[in-house]
């Protein structure tokens, strides 16, 4: 059973950086896909990044292009989340999930979920 385990939240002041961590166990991160899901009070929960189990496939939501990066370490069985120039509005509690043999398309069927980091961006 695939377990995950999401780390590096914390406070940031607008315009800094934090990099979150996915840390999987039980089973090879190596064919799930792997997304990055944030979820604000009061609003819906919305995808962020997402890397495919073959790592051929990365993408963004609108709001975070050019400012987060996705990848993944296969040795360390863990994903990452780099967020710069983070904003006020990138306040959430992010999770990350998985997907077997996932490949980022709408619909995903994300069977795996941490427990969430909480992210503030506050001066």
């Known amino acids: 059973q695939l377990q995950l385990v999401e780390s590096g939240g914390g406070l940031v002041q607008p315009g800094g950086s934090l990099r979150l961590s996915c840390a999987a166990s039980g089973e090879t991160l190596d064919y799930y896909a792997t997304g990055w899901f944030r979820q604000a009070p009061g609003k819906e929960r919305e995808g962020v990044s997402c890397i495919s189990y073959t790592g051929g496939t990365i993408n963004y939501a609108d709001s975070v292009e050019g400012r987060f990066t996705i990848s993944r370490d296969n040795a360390k069985n863990t994903v990452y989340l780099q967020m710069d120039s983070l904003k006020p509005e990138d306040t959430a509690v992010y999770y990350c999930?998985?997907?077997?043999?996932?490949?980022?398309?709408?619909?995903?069927?994300?069977?795996?979920w941490g427990q969430g980091t909480q992210v503030t961006v506050s001066s």
């Open positions: 999930a998985s997907e077997y043999f996932g490949i980022c398309v709408p619909g995903g069927k994300w069977n795996y």
